[in-house]
């Protein structure tokens, strides 16, 4: 399956993949579903969902996907006003956004699909930097280091005498506000003097192209761009940890590992390409988000998320 990168600020339409020598697919498709499937938000579970979506697609060539990247915020946004069947998610829903879903009678379900480590990366001429403690990312990124910590010296002395580049997501991702909340303490709470952006590519090619750059995003952009960055790892309290497939779903890469999600709203329910996408989703999630680069659930959890999802369709009938 083809890997598809984040396209900023776009509302990609999935396209129609047509089974031409498949007899067992062409029976599928002339009893396939019709209908539109409107998602928006993280660009962190887009490549999950746009995987999802495509392979939806082969036997469903006739449900048009649209996969919008507002960022999480920006779907929440969209979702509260009732634009959206499906908001994708890199943190849980927040109080303000919770209300206003109330406001507009909109009733959800959410549901995880994947787990995420959030990458903290270096250039790879940077050859002094070996790894990181939480108090250290700290110091780099919370607010009272604005215009005050400036230079690799601060942090460890005997690093370079050189200006320290940031680079990290802009402030309506999910990923800065759980980066902000896991390192500094409070959700949104970062300093503001760094080079932002909603395209995790634009964050790989900064650093990429910066010696003497720090940046931050999730793991599954680093995968794609091993060759152009290096990673650094965190020390959890007893030891060194970078972000695998292993220390994530394990625990030991923290406080840098999350659950990523879905929030579908109830109303969707009753249209049958949603109900049908959202048990395909969760039924390819694990294999899917591995391939472009997360790390699944335990088995035992999707079961969860299966039976969560089948009484939520029952109550909203």
Known sequence: ????????????????????????????NSQSLTGQISIDGS?????ITEAVAEEFRVNQPNVNVTIGVSGTGGGFQKFSRGETAISDASRPIKDKEIAACAENNITYI????????????????NTWVDSFTSEELKKIWEPAAQGKIMKWNQIRSEWPNE???????????????????AINGKSGSSRGDYTASEDDNVLVQGIAGDKYSLGFFGLAYYAENKEKL????????????KPTLETVSNGTYKPLSRPLFIYINSAAIKKPEVVSFVEFYLENAAKLSEEVGYIALPAELYAKQKEKFKAFVELNK
């Open 43 to 47: 660009s962190t579970v887009y490549p």
């Open 1 to 28: 399956m083809k890997k598809l990168f984040f396209l900023a600020s776009c509302t990609l339409l999935v396209t129609s993949l047509i089974s031409c020598g498949n007899p067992a697919k062409k029976e599928a």
């Open 230 to 241: 290096t990673l650094v790892g965190v020390h959890n309290g007893e030891s060194v940890v």
């Open 110 to 125: 959410e549901l995880e699909v994947a787990y995420d480590g959030l990458a903290v990366l270096v250039n790879p001429e």
């Open 163 to 181: 200006e320290i580049h940031l680079y990290g997501p802009g402030v309506a991702s999910g990923t800065f506000d759980y980066f902000t909340e």
